[in-house]
C-alpha cells in the first residue's frame, strides 16, 4: 500500500523481476519510488531452482534462446493478473495511473505487454531488457504514439549488451512512443543514478507534484 496517502485513488506501479529472482528482489527499489504510489510485485511462474523464478527459461549460447511458448504464457498471465478497470477500482487503484518496472526478463516480458495491449497501462519502465522478437508481430503501432517508455541499460552489461537496447530505442522510435532513454556506466544491475531517474519520470507519468518522493 502507500507510504504516503493522496487524495482519490492511488496510482501503481507493478515490478517485474529478473530471471532466478521472485517477488521480493526489487522491493528493495521501494525508498526511490514516490510514497504515494501502490507497489504490486509479482514472482514470475516458471521456477528455475528453488525460491527462484523466471518469465521463461533461456540458453545462454552466444545468442540467447527463449521458451517462446512460455514467453506467450507469462504474458498472458500477466494481462489476467493485472488489475482490468473494474478490478482496480474495487482495489482502489487508479485505472489511468497504472505503470510496469520491468529488469531484465520482466523488462522483455513489460514490454510485451505494453506493446501489444497499450490501452492497459500508463507506461513502462524497462531496465536491461530487449524486445523479444517474437512479439513484433503483435505491436499496434496506431495506439502507441501515447505510450511512455523509459529505457536504460549498461554499457558493461555481459548478460545483454549494450547493442540490445539501442535495436530496442530504434524499434520504439519507429513506433512513435515517448521514449526517454539513457545509457550508463554499469553492468547489468540497475544503478542508483538510474534509478533517481526512474523514479522522477514515474512521479511525473502518474501526475503526481514534484518533492514529495521518500
Do not use: C
Not at 540467447?64 to 511458448?69: A, L, R, S, T
Amino acid at each position: 500500500m502507500p507510504r504516503e496517502a493522496t487524495p482519490g485513488s492511488p496510482p501503481a506501479v507493478v515490478l517485474l523481476h529478473g530471471v532466478g529472482a521472485n517477488e521480493i528482489s526489487l522491493l528493495g527499489l521501494s525508498p526511490a519510488l514516490d510514497p504515494r504510489f501502490t507497489l504490486i510485485s509479482v514472482r514470475a511462474p516458471v521456477e528455475v531452482h528453488p525460491g527462484g523464478y523466471g518469465l521463461f527459461r533461456v540458453t545462454f549460447t552466444p545468442e540467447p534462446v527463449i521458451v517462446p511458448q512460455e514467453a506467450e504464457s507469462s504474458q498472458q498471465q500477466l494481462a489476467s493478473f493485472l488489475p482490468g478497470e473494474h478490478r482496480q477500482e474495487s482495489q482502489g487503484l487508479d485505472p489511468r495511473r497504472l505503470l510496469l518496472l520491468g529488469f531484465s526478463q520482466g523488462a522483455m516480458i513489460g514490454a510485451r505487454m505494453a506493446v501489444s495491449r497499450p490501452e492497459r497501462v500508463a507506461g513502462l519502465v524497462m531496465l536491461s531488457g530487449r524486445i523479444l522478437s517474437e512479439v513484433q508481430a503483435s505491436f499496434r503501432p496506431a495506439e502507441l504514439s501515447a505510450l511512455p517508455v523509459f529505457l536504460a541499460h549498461g554499457h558493461h552489461d555481459d548478460k545483454l549488451g549494450i547493442h540490445r537496447s539501442r535495436a530496442s530505442q530504434d524499434l520504439f522510435t519507429g513506433l512513435g512512443v515517448k521514449l526517454t532513454s539513457r545509457e550508463d556506466t554499469m553492468d547489468h544491475e540497475i544503478g542508483a543514478e538510474v534509478l533517481t531517474e526512474v523514479g522522477l519520470w514515474l512521479a511525473r507519468q502518474a501526475g503526481l507534484s514534484p518533492g514529495r518522493a521518500a
